[in-house]
């Protein structure tokens, strides 16, 4: 997807997301419940591809306990960066739980997780990636941060040279 890229607009990215929600709410009988809070300015941002989609299937197969789940799917700029935020009304998790999930030297849970958080940091530095917070019993935010920068194509930036 996307002639190999490692890079995609914001746009796109948002759009993977939405699209396997669909798939998954008509697959469940419109059990999903699913808000958006997008802001028009970051669409044309550039993101790291495939890093929405995980946190939006984790809360499906770790958070949900009860007959529906509710998702907030939040894009916005806050001063130089864009933030992507996936939230549900799940389960919830233990600080322990989180920490074991960021820790790159515990194996066996948050592969996934992991994953994403390590791509964005090597495409922006250290400063960005993975935040999560979350409560037992009323469910978890997952927060990730990467710089505001315009999309560009690789074909835009041969034509450039």
């Not at 978890?140 to 560009?152: E, G």
Request: contains cysteine.
């Amino acid at each position: 997807m996307h002639r190999g890229e490692m890079l995609i607009p914001v746009e796109q990215e948002l759009q993977i997301a939405k699209s396997y929600l669909d798939i998954q709410r008509i697959k469940n009988a419109d059990r999903i419940h699913v808000a958006y809070a997008i802001a028009p300015e970051v669409l044309e941002s550039e993101g790291v591809k495939f890093i929405l989609q995980p946190f939006v299937e984790n809360a499906l197969e770790h958070a949900w306990y009860d007959d529906d789940i509710s998702l907030i799917i939040r894009a916005y700029r806050e001063e130089k960066d864009v933030v992507f935020e996936v939230g549900d009304n799940g389960l919830g998790m233990k600080e322990e739980l989180i920490g074991q999930i960021l820790e790159p030297a515990v194996q066996g849970i948050g592969y996934g997780i992991r994953n994403v958080d390590q791509r964005i940091k090597l495409q922006y530095g250290r400063p960005y990636g993975v935040a999560i917070h979350s409560s037992l019993g009323e469910g978890t935010l997952i927060r990730l941060r990467f710089p505001c920068c315009p999309y560009r194509s690789l074909m835009e930036e041969a034509q450039q040279l």
